[in-house]
C-alpha cells in the first residue's frame, strides 16, 4: 500500500531568490542574504549611472540637444580616464592606512561624493552645450562632471566589491562576488527602463529633475549599503608592512611573460570591437529609426538582459567544462551576428531587428568578457590574482573608451563626406555613418579571433590541462572591479 505524499511546506521568500536569483547560495551564517543584499545595493548605484552616462544622456545630447556625434563620444569616454588605475585603487585599499581601522570605507565614501558632485552638475552643465554663447564653459563643465561621475564609480566599485570579498567566507566568495555583478545589470536594467519612461516626453526640466534625482539616490543607496558592514579594525589599517612588494614590482612581474601581454592584447581588440557602439545605438535608432528617448533607453536594457543572459550562460558552460578561450571565441561569434542584425535594422526600418541585435550585444559581450577574465585569472599565481584582475578591467575600459571615442568620430567624419557633394555621397543615406562603425566592429570581432586561437593553441602545446582551472565551482570570484 502506498502512502499518499506529504504536502510540500509554503516556500519562504529567501527561498524563492535561491531560485530565481542566480548565485543567491552565496549567503552564508556570516553573511546572511538580506545583509548581502543591501550590500549589492552599490553596484545598483553604479549600474544606474551607467546607464545615463552610456544610454540615456548620448541619445539626449545628439538628437534632443543638437550635440555632434564625436563630441558625445568623448564625453562618454571621459569617465574611463579613471580605469586604468583602477588595479592602483584597489591595492591603495588594500594598504589603506587608517587610525579609524576601516578600509574600504572611506574609498566606497569619497567615491560616492565624487559620483554625486559629478551628477548634481551634469544637466545644467549638458544644456549649457546649447546655447551658443556658452558652449564652451558648458564643454569644460561637462568634462568635469563625466569624470567626476566616472572616477566616483569606478572608485566605488573597486573598494565595494573588495569589501565584498573582505566579509565573505572563502568558501562563498566567488558566488557573493559573482552574485553581485549579478545585481550590477539587475541595476542597469531597472534604471534603463524607469529613466526610459520618465523621459518618455523629453524636456529640459524633467532632465534636470532624472540626474539629480540618481545624484540623491546615489547617496541614498551607497550609505545603506555600506552601513555597519566593515568592523574597525586598527590592527590591519597601519599601513603597508615592511618588505612588502610596490604595485610597480607586481605589475613587472606579470606583463613579464610573453603570452600574458598577448592575451591582454586579444582582450583590447575585443573589448573595442563591442563598446564601438556604445554612443551610436540609442542616437541610430532615435534618428534613423524615429524612436522616443523611452524606446531608445529600452536598448540599453535589453543590452543590460544580454549581459545577464551570457553571464548566466557562461557559468553553466563553465560548469560543464568549456574551455574558457572557446567561451570567449564563442561570444564574439554571437557579437558578429548581433552586430548584423544592427547593421540591417536601418534599412529594413525594423526596430525589433534593433532590440534583438542589442540583446545580442550584450549576451556576446557576457560571454566573452567572463571568457577571457576566467583565462586572465588562470595565468597568475594565487598572490597575483588580483593584479590579473586589475590589469584585465584596466585594459578593457581604457579600450572600450578609445572604442567609444573612435565610434563616434568615425560616425562624424563619414557623415561629413556624405554631405560634402562628393560623387560617392549620392549612393549614401543618413545610416552611413553608422554602418560604418558597425562595420568596423565586425571587423575587429574577427580580428579579435583571431588573436585568440593561438592561445587556444599554445595551451594544447604547453600540456596543461585545461579543465584544471575549472575544476572549482563556477562564481567568478574575481570578476572586475
Not at 563616434?408 to 560634402?420: E, M
Request: proline share 6%.
Amino acid at each position: 500500500m502506498t502512502r499518499p505524499a506529504r504536502p510540500r511546506p509554503p516556500q519562504s521568500f529567501a527561498g524563492l531568490l535561491f531560485q530565481l536569483l542566480p548565485f543567491a547560495d552565496a549567503a552564508s551564517a556570516d553573511l546572511p542574504l538580506p545583509r548581502l543584499l543591501r550590500l549589492s545595493l552599490f553596484q545598483f548605484s553604479v549600474g544606474m549611472a551607467t546607464v545615463l552616462l552610456n544610454g540615456t544622456l548620448n541619445r539626449v545630447m545628439v538628437v534632443e540637444l543638437g550635440t555632434p556625434t564625436w563630441l558625445v563620444a568623448l564625453l562618454i569616454a571621459v569617465p574611463l580616464l579613471a580605469a586604468p588605475f583602477r588595479a592602483l585603487m584597489g591595492h591603495k585599499s588594500d594598504t589603506h592606512r587608517s587610525v579609524l581601522g576601516w578600509r574600504r570605507v572611506p574609498y566606497i565614501w569619497f567615491g560616492s561624493l565624487m559620483q554625486f558632485g559629478g551628477l548634481a552638475i551634469m544637466p545644467f552643465a549638458l544644456l549649457l552645450l546649447d546655447v551658443p554663447a556658452k558652449f564652451m564653459l558648458g564643454l569644460v563643465a561637462a568634462t568635469a562632471a563625466f569624470l567626476m561621475t566616472g572616477t566616483g564609480f569606478h572608485l566605488t566599485q573597486t573598494a565595494g566589491l573588495a569589501l565584498v570579498s573582505d566579509l565573505a567566507p572563502e568558501d562563498k566568495r566567488p558566488r557573493a562576488v559573482a552574485l553581485h555583478y549579478v545585481m550590477l545589470l539587475v541595476g542597469m536594467m531597472f534604471s534603463a527602463f524607469v529613466i526610459g519612461g520618465i523621459l518618455a516626453d523629453f524636456s529640459a526640466t524633467k532632465l534636470v529633475q532624472v540626474i539629480q534625482g540618481c545624484a540623491v539616490l546615489t547617496i541614498i543607496l551607497n550609505v545603506t549599503a555600506i552601513w555597519k558592514q566593515e568592523a574597525r579594525n586598527p590592527a590591519v589599517t597601519q599601513g603597508p608592512q615592511p618588505g612588502a612588494p610596490s604595485f610597480s614590482q607586481l605589475w613587472r612581474d606579470f606583463v613579464k611573460d610573453g603570452r600574458n601581454a598577448r592575451m591582454l592584447t586579444a582582450i583590447g581588440i575585443g573589448a573595442a570591437g563591442f563598446a564601438m557602439q556604445d554612443a551610436l545605438l540609442e542616437p541610430y535608432g532615435g534618428e534613423i529609426l524615429g524612436l522616443s528617448v523611452g524606446a531608445t533607453t529600452g536598448l540599453t536594457g535589453a543590452w543590460a538582459l544580454g549581459s545577464l543572459a551570457g553571464f548566466t550562460l557562461s557559468g553553466r558552460a563553465l560548469a560543464r567544462g568549456w574551455d574558457p578561450l572557446r567561451l570567449a571565441g564563442a561570444g564574439l561569434v554571437v557579437g558578429i551576428n548581433a552586430f548584423l542584425l544592427v547593421l540591417f535594422a536601418g534599412p529594413f526600418a525594423a526596430p525589433l531587428m534593433l532590440y534583438a541585435g542589442s540583446l545580442g550585444i550584450g549576451v556576446g559581450l557576457g560571454l566573452f568578457s567572463v571568457g577571457t577574465l576566467m583565462e586572465a585569472m588562470s595565468l597568475a599565481r594565487a598572490e597575483s590574482a588580483g593584479l590579473a584582475l586589475g590589469a584585465w578591467g584596466a585594459v578593457q575600459a581604457s579600450c572600450a573608451g578609445l572604442g567609444i571615442a573612435v565610434g563616434g568620430l568615425l560616425r562624424d567624419g563619414v557623415a561629413l563626406l556624405v554631405q560634402s557633394g562628393h560623387a560617392n555621397a549620392s549612393m549614401a543615406t543618413r545610416a552611413t555613418g553608422y554602418g560604418a562603425v558597425y562595420t568596423l566592429e565586425i571587423v575587429l570581432l574577427f580580428i579579435g579571433l583571431a588573436a585568440i586561437g593561438p592561445l587556444v593553441g599554445y595551451q594544447r602545446r604547453s600540456g596543461t590541462d585545461p579543465d584544471a582551472s575549472l575544476a572549482r565551482p563556477f562564481g567568478l570570484a574575481e570578476f572586475p572591479t
